[in-house]
């Protein structure tokens, strides 16, 4: 299919989508406060791009999803290229690794927040917590798909154990690692939305939500501030992708024709 | 020089190579060939020094080979996976150089100088899954070329190209070998290409445990010629030994 029938077909859904939620509100059959027309939501979001206090919000949480996500790069990719080349090491953490994994990072909140107070420095941690296991793991696969011929083909021109790793491995294992970017930059939007609406303290995009939730007839508010949330998710995304095919064109014509898919259902759980 | 001493290589219980020994002088060009699976590529890595050989002694130039030796250079069958697809043609062609301290400029000339000498200018900045399969082994061979090795090992370089592209490699390595030198060794199943190549074939035994069964020099003239040289009783007379000596006649 083309990518230009793809966003039509895309399209067509989205306002598919849009016309039965009007339909059920401007009919009637639920309450307005309960289910407001959906084009009132999407005027009311376009609205809010003018609110200089809700911009700012939503600044705080671009400003900790940002830094919790170069956080979780930051530790997961050194820690991946170590546990997928040093055998020894992946063994010794596997059981710590599939303890922490299970774990629902929502749930950490509570504790999170006790720990280290109301503040950036929970939403970050929390962030980068639930944004460091797709890298890791993509890391970690990406470097076991690294082809041996290519590693000895460099060894035999007298490149050392390290300089294999820098000048194959970790090249190789980078459409890897930003297909787990990906996928992190989402659950990592997810966690600072829901901590700042657990939370409830600061700015913030969350906090925007979860002060609408009390309003009198807020619902529309919420709804608003959700599709703000989506919108966001959706240019990450589409940022990322186009990232990806530029920087890794390359990996997009291998001889054996597959590209590195991102691994796990990490989305699912957080 | 190049020298094996009762080599022999095990995978767990897998006899794999069985006391070869062999010496291979500066500048001879050696093939080696073999059924499929009869240990050609092991010996390969054991000369390179990615395997260990587990029994007997291997040295280059009288030292001992324990880890990879200096000034080596490999060309494996696989172009498509050895050539790194992120790099251009030039910075593959050019990444041996980095261990010899060359800077950025020079590297990338001698780079671009090596690229002309196996038919490829202009190539330099494409990236390697760009090029067809013969233009992608002239990187791999140039890539070889480039850090001036003394011992050159190719694991059936041409098995994977077509016969007009094979033949134009084929004579493209013997003019380097020619020109430069080299003492190479190289691997092939192709009974043809190794009388064609050779200043000597030694044939190996079917697995499991290979021997050398035969070592033969090559006396053709050393001017070859796809055409002419094929067709001459020699080469013929020597096809029909080594022939027979890779299907196990005696």
Same mark, same amino acid.
């Given at each position: 299919?083309?990518?230009?029938?793809?966003?039509?077909?895309?399209?067509?859904?989205?306002?598919?989508?849009?016309?039965?939620?009007?339909?059920?509100?401007?009919?009637?059959?639920?309450?307005?406060?309960?289910?407001?027309?959906?084009?009132?939501?999407?005027?009311?979001? &376009?609205? %809010?791009? /003018?609110?200089?206090? @809700?911009?700012?919000?939503?600044?705080?949480?671009?400003? =900790?999803? +940002? *830094?919790? $996500?170069?956080?979780?790069?930051?530790?997961?990719?050194?820690?991946?290229?170590?546990?997928?080349?040093?055998?020894?090491?992946?063994?010794?953490?596997?059981?710590?690794?599939?303890?922490?994994?299970?774990?629902?990072?929502?749930?950490?909140?509570?504790?999170?927040?006790?720990?280290?107070?109301?503040?950036?420095?929970?939403?970050?941690?929390?962030?980068?917590?639930?944004?460091?296991?797709?890298?890791?793991?993509?890391?970690?696969?990406?470097?076991?798909?690294?082809?041996?011929?290519?590693?000895?083909?460099?060894?035999?021109?007298?490149?050392?154990?390290?300089?294999?790793?820098?000048? &194959?491995? %970790?090249? /190789?294992?980078?459409? @890897?690692?930003?297909?787990?970017?990906?996928?992190?930059? =989402?659950? +990592? *939007?997810? $966690?600072?939305?829901?901590?700042?609406?657990?939370?409830?303290?600061?700015?913030?995009?969350?906090?925007?939500?979860?002060?609408?939730?009390?309003?009198?007839?807020?619902?529309?508010?919420?709804?608003?501030?959700?599709?703000?949330?989506?919108?966001?998710?959706?240019?990450?995304?589409?940022?990322?992708?186009?990232?990806?095919?530029?920087?890794?064109?390359?990996?997009?014509?291998?001889?054996?024709?597959?590209?590195?898919?991102?691994?796990?259902?990490?989305?699912?759980?957080? | 020089?190049?020298?094996?001493?009762?080599?022999?290589?095990?995978?767990?219980?897998?006899?794999?190579?069985?006391?070869?020994?062999?010496?291979?002088?500066?500048?001879?060009?050696?093939?080696?060939?073999?059924?499929?699976?009869?240990?050609?590529?092991?010996?390969?890595?054991?000369?390179?020094?990615?395997?260990?050989?587990?029994?007997?002694?291997?040295?280059?130039?009288?030292?001992?080979?324990?880890?990879?030796?200096?000034?080596?250079?490999?060309?494996?069958?696989?172009?498509?996976?050895?050539?790194?697809?992120?790099?251009?043609?030039?910075?593959?062609?050019?990444?041996?150089?980095?261990?010899?301290?060359?800077?950025?400029?020079?590297?990338?000339?001698?780079?671009?100088?090596?690229?002309?000498r196996?038919?490829?200018?202009?190539?330099?900045?494409?990236?390697?899954?760009?090029?067809?399969?013969?233009?992608?082994?002239?990187?791999?061979?140039?890539?070889?070329l480039?850090?001036?090795?003394?011992?050159?090992?190719?694991?059936?370089?041409?098995?994977?190209?077509?016969?007009?592209?094979?033949?134009?490699?084929?004579?493209l390595?013997l003019e380097v070998h020619r020109d430069e030198g080299t003492?190479?060794?190289?691997?092939?199943?192709?009974?043809?290409?190794?009388?064609?190549?050779?200043?000597?074939?030694?044939?190996?035994?079917?697995?499991?445990?290979?021997?050398?069964?035969?070592?033969?020099?090559?006396?053709?003239?050393?001017?070859?010629?796809?055409?002419?040289?094929?067709?001459?009783?020699?080469?013929?007379?020597?096809?029909?030994?080594?022939?027979?000596?890779?299907?196990?006649?005696?």
């Amino acid at each position: 299919m083309s990518r230009h029938r793809e966003f039509l077909l895309g399209l067509l859904g989205a306002l598919l989508a849009f016309g039965a939620c009007e339909g059920v509100a401007r009919a009637g059959v639920v309450r307005h406060s309960y289910l407001p027309p959906a084009s009132d939501v999407l005027v009311r979001a &376009v609205r %809010l791009a /003018g609110d200089r206090a @809700f911009l700012d919000g939503v600044g705080v949480t671009l400003r =900790a999803w +940002a *830094l919790g $996500l170069g956080l979780a790069c930051l530790i997961a990719v050194p820690l991946g290229l170590l546990l997928g080349a040093v055998p020894v090491v992946e063994a010794a953490v596997r059981a710590i690794v599939e303890f922490l994994r299970p774990l629902p990072s929502v749930a950490l909140i509570p504790l999170v927040s006790l720990l280290l107070g109301a503040g950036t420095g929970t939403e970050v941690t929390l962030i980068a917590y639930a944004s460091l296991w797709p890298v890791l793991f993509n890391t970690v696969h990406g470097l076991g798909e690294t082809d041996p011929l290519a590693k000895d083909t460099l060894r035999a021109f007298g490149f050392g154990r390290l300089a294999v790793l820098l000048r &194959v491995e %970790l090249p /190789g294992t980078a459409p @890897f690692i930003a297909a787990g970017v990906r996928i992190s930059a =989402a659950i +990592a *939007l997810i $966690l600072a939305v829901a901590t700042e609406l657990l939370s409830g303290f600061g700015d913030g995009l969350g906090i925007f939500i979860a002060q609408a939730q009390t309003a009198p007839d807020g619902t529309r508010d919420v709804l608003a501030g959700v599709v703000w949330a989506g919108v966001l998710g959706l240019v990450v995304n589409g940022v990322l992708v186009g990232a990806e095919r530029r920087l890794f064109a390359w990996s997009h014509e291998r001889p054996d024709g597959g590209g590195p898919t991102a691994r796990g259902r990490e989305g699912e759980r957080a | 020089m190049l020298r094996l001493d009762s080599v022999s290589r095990y995978f767990g219980d897998h006899h794999v190579l069985d006391r070869i020994s062999l010496t291979v002088p500066d500048g001879q060009l050696l093939c080696v060939v073999g059924p499929s699976g009869c240990g050609k590529s092991t010996l390969l890595r054991a000369v390179a020094g990615l395997l260990p050989a587990q029994r007997g002694t291997i040295t280059v130039d009288g030292t001992p080979v324990t880890g990879v030796p200096d000034r080596l250079a490999v060309v494996f069958q696989e172009y498509g996976r050895s050539l790194l697809p992120w790099l251009t043609v030039r910075d593959n062609v050019a990444l041996p150089l980095r261990r010899r301290g060359l800077g950025r400029a020079a590297r990338r000339e001698a780079a671009e100088a090596i690229l002309d000498r196996v038919g490829l200018p202009g190539a330099a900045r494409r990236r390697p899954r760009e090029l067809s399969g013969g233009m992608q082994q002239r990187v791999a061979i140039a890539r070889a070329l480039v850090c001036r090795p003394s011992l050159l090992l190719m694991d059936e370089p041409f098995g994977s190209l077509d016969a007009r592209t094979r033949e134009d490699l084929e004579d493209l390595l013997l003019e380097v070998h020619r020109d430069e030198g080299t003492t190479i060794v190289f691997v092939t199943h192709d009974i043809d290409e190794s009388v064609y190549l050779g200043d000597r074939v030694v044939v190996l035994s079917p697995g499991p445990g290979s021997r050398i069964v035969r070592d033969l020099p090559v006396g053709l003239p050393a001017e070859r010629d796809q055409i002419a040289t094929r067709g001459l009783p020699g080469f013929v007379a020597l096809r029909t030994e080594v022939g027979r000596a890779v299907r196990g006649d005696r």
